[in-house]
């Protein structure tokens, strides 16, 4: 059997190209532009411009602008007293960074939570007929958690009537006590027509509570989940509930995102799902299996946009784990999001699930289509800005054996694999460049089950400068990595089984978001 061969050199280095390797010169970057140029830091992933980063906080459309805030301490690049952090988008990709929005006070730090817009100002914190934007976040009490107290983490609220850009406490926090729970945090907040009330929902321990409210002020306890469902390796965080309609059909079902810490299904942080019905009260699951977003290792706490224009539910994580969060060999700033991804349901067989993709404004920011040969053993030189990344589409047949390598200079590489005898996909970042930071970081190989089936599937992979993020049929199948090569990966190497088992290979170079940041 002829074994077809691809190998893309993809050069962020090499000048000296011969006459017959295709060549490109693309420059996006003005002499002033410094901010995103440190080794590891994204390109066109949200990062700090500096300090830790953790959970997206406070995902929230308004006024034609998609806030995002976030965990973050301003004086480390490690954990410590977190604040929210806040930016600005149009469209998901370009951000403006914005002062701190919400610092600890006497109550606490200020953990993860949610942030709605109160359209009808049921909360009465609207000002000249404006409707309020409202936070609910936790607060996480230092000294009581210290003390040895079991209920050091509450529920507070704040209110923007200036778009979000400077909140107020509310004087009554907390609006939610705790009942002696030691993780009993990360509050999400929607309004349920049916009910014609707020619901919040928030995690305690190994199980989730439901509150109801009329003005998001005055919250009532009205049920539970979980006790007996998904996975418990670890302390449930980040929760998100949201009914979507199954693809091509009227249908509806309700979707609860619940992360977890440890436990994931290779190692360290993940996050589950659970697709069934909610009447306001009660969260009633179809399966009983477990069901992971991603089966990478840095895709955590990712929540979703309340009041998005299309209804859409796009999802940002955090592009971490923490087996090794705080280790990672960045120096100035810590952490980076996901890209942000569309969340649909489909049928598959009798059961439906979740698949995640990234949204299609992503690619808007493709800068140049590579041209290439694919006869058998092609070889292309790109002579490129190092501030591009790549965007690497093509379809195969993974009833049959597929490797896809991303390889460098430095003879550092990252694998992932096909292998319909075992009936998994793997990804391999044990030579994927630094490495040695965290003892969990590249000690086993990733692997997911799939099925087999014969025809043509999508394969996506999106690589930034210390990411790789692969889709397999449109989000069916998800790895989300980091990786910290000592120089950008400048060989792809996809080894499949045979001439007629992938097929419409496309490679597009993706420009940086930051080169207007100032």
């Given at each position: ?114 942030a709605v817009v109160d359209r ?184 979703t946009y309340n009041h998005t ?170 790895f989300t990595n980091q990786v ?35």
């Amino acid at each position: 059997m002829q074994r077809f061969i691809l190998l893309i050199l993809l050069s962020l280095f090499l000048y000296n190209c011969r006459d017959n390797e295709a060549q490109l010169n693309v420059d996006y970057l003005s002499s002033k532009d410094t901010i995103y140029s440190e080794q590891f830091r994204p390109q066109f992933h949200f990062t700090p411009q500096a300090k830790w980063m953790n959970d997206p906080n406070g995902l929230v459309y308004n006024n034609d602008t998609y806030h995002l805030y976030y965990q973050y301490y301003p004086d480390s690049t490690v954990w410590g007293p977190m604040h929210w952090g806040h930016a600005e988008s149009k469209d998901l990709l370009h951000w403006t960074h914005k002062p701190i929005a919400l610092a600890p006070d006497s109550l606490g730090y200020i953990f993860s939570g949610s942030a709605v817009v109160d359209r009808n100002n049921t909360s009465g914190f609207g000002k000249d007929y404006k409707p309020p934007m409202v936070a609910i976040f936790t607060y996480h009490s230092m000294e009581g958690e210290k003390a040895g107290r079991s209920d050091f983490q509450t529920q507070g609220i704040a209110y923007s009537n200036d778009d979000g850009l400077t909140w107020k406490k509310y004087k009554g926090n907390p609006v939610i006590k705790n009942d002696s729970i030691r993780d009993f945090r990360d509050p999400k907040v929607f309004w349920h027509d049916a009910s014609n009330k707020w619901i919040l929902i928030l995690v305690a321990g190994d199980h989730a509570l439901f509150y109801n409210s009329d003005n998001l002020k005055d919250w009532s306890l009205v049920g539970d989940f979980g006790k007996q469902f998904g996975a418990h390796g670890g302390v449930w965080e980040c929760p998100d509930l949201f009914k979507l309609n199954i693809d091509n059909t009227d249908e509806e079902k309700w979707v609860l995102l619940i992360s977890i810490n440890p436990g994931g299904p290779n190692g360290g942080s993940a996050t589950q799902y659970f697709i069934g019905n909610f009447d306001g009260k009660t969260f009633t699951p179809d399966h009983l299996d477990v069901r992971w977003l991603d089966y990478g290792m840095d895709n955590y706490a990712g929540v979703t946009y309340n009041h998005t224009p299309k209804n859409e539910r796009i999802l940002i994580g955090w592009m971490s784990n923490w087996n090794y969060a705080q280790e990672t060999p960045t120096e100035e700033w810590r952490s980076a999001m996901t890209l942000p991804r569309k969340l649909t349901l489909y049928k598959d067989g009798e059961e439906v699930r979740l698949r995640n993709y990234p949204i299609n404004e992503f690619d808007n920011l493709v800068a140049e289509e590579v041209d290439f040969s694919t006869d058998l053993e092609t070889t292309i030189l790109l002579k490129t800005n190092p501030r591009l990344g790549s965007d690497i589409t093509f379809r195969a047949n993974l009833t049959k054996p597929l490797t896809v390598k991303l390889s460098n200079r430095s003879r550092e590489d990252f694998v992932f694999a096909a292998n319909p005898k075992t009936q998994l996909l793997t990804v391999d970042r044990a030579n994927s460049g630094v490495v040695d930071f965290g003892k969990e970081f590249a000690t086993k190989k990733q692997s997911q089950p799939y099925l087999p089936q014969d025809k043509m599937v999508e394969v996506r992979m999106i690589v930034d400068a210390s990411s790789v993020e692969i889709f397999v049929e449109k989000g069916k199948y998800v790895f989300t990595n980091q990786v910290f090569p000592a120089e950008t990966y400048s060989r792809l190497l996809i080894s499949p089984a045979d001439d007629e088992s992938v097929e419409n290979i496309e490679i597009n170079l993706i420009k940086s978001v930051w080169i207007d940041e100032e």
